[in-house]
């Protein structure tokens, strides 16, 4: 755990325009989603424990006036010059969600690509050596061809049975975890 996080960390400092190219295109779309828990599940917890410790508002009223304004001795916020420190906190978490979400995408991206690099280097040191042997059994170029292709299938039907059997014992994708999100609300809801 400490490695991962280790690893967040260093993702969130470097520079890397590569990465910085994927947190924009990403970070675009799951800003609904990021904003959604943080202004609607994260925001009201923090508030909660805010105005528990302080017996304040919380977020929403962590402001501090500059220069009040008031109109008929109400403090009128759209006219007063004030640092809204509560919104600068929500778009910390927001950027934090984001920065966190992008890195766990291009970390298993990452892993998706070393794996494939692996294998394609298994199979073609695994062909060399089955071609020499193949021909030192006096075999056509032909049959050597037909051999290792149904070697291929054989090896990627192994390789899909073993990716069905870990999605199996994975843990539930956003969508899944979602869509269980949804139907708990609907449940309580008609209760």
């Keep these: 755990m400490k490695k991962f996080f280790g690893e967040f960390k260093k993702f ?11 947190g924009v295109i990403v970070g675009g779309a799951f800003t609904g ?3 959604g828990l943080s202004n609607n599940v994260l925001k ?5 424990l805010l105005s528990l410790v302080l017996g304040k508002e919380g977020l929403s ?7 009040p304004s008031y109109v008929d001795g109400v403090l009128d916020l759209a006219s007063s010059i004030y640092i809204d420190w509560g919104a600068f906190i929500s778009s910390i978490i927001n950027f934090l969600l984001i920065a966190f979400v992008l890195f766990v995408i291009v970390k298993t991206m990452n892993s998706i690509n070393e794996g494939i690099k692996e294998r394609n280097k298994e199979l073609k040191e695994l062909y ?8 030192k059994q006096g075999k056509s170029r ?12 054989e090896l990627e039907n192994q390789k899909k049975r073993e990716a069905e059997e870990a999605k199996k014992n994975a843990p539930p994708t956003t969508d899944e975890l979602l869509t269980q999100i949804l139907e708990e609300l609907k449940k309580s809801n008609n209760k």
Excluded at 44 to 48: A, E, F, H, K, V
Excluded at 61 to 67: D, K, Q
């Design 128 to 135: 060399s050596k089955e071609m020499l042997e193949l021909r």
């Design 33 to 35: 989603i990021v904003n």
């Design 44 to 48: 009201p917890i923090i508030n909660w």
């Design 12 to 22: 969130i400092t470097r520079g890397n325009v590569l990465d910085m190219a994927v």
């Design 61 to 67: 009223g962590a402001i501090t006036m500059l220069s």
């Design 142 to 153: 032909k049959e050597i061809k037909k051999i290792l292709r149904d070697r291929k299938v």
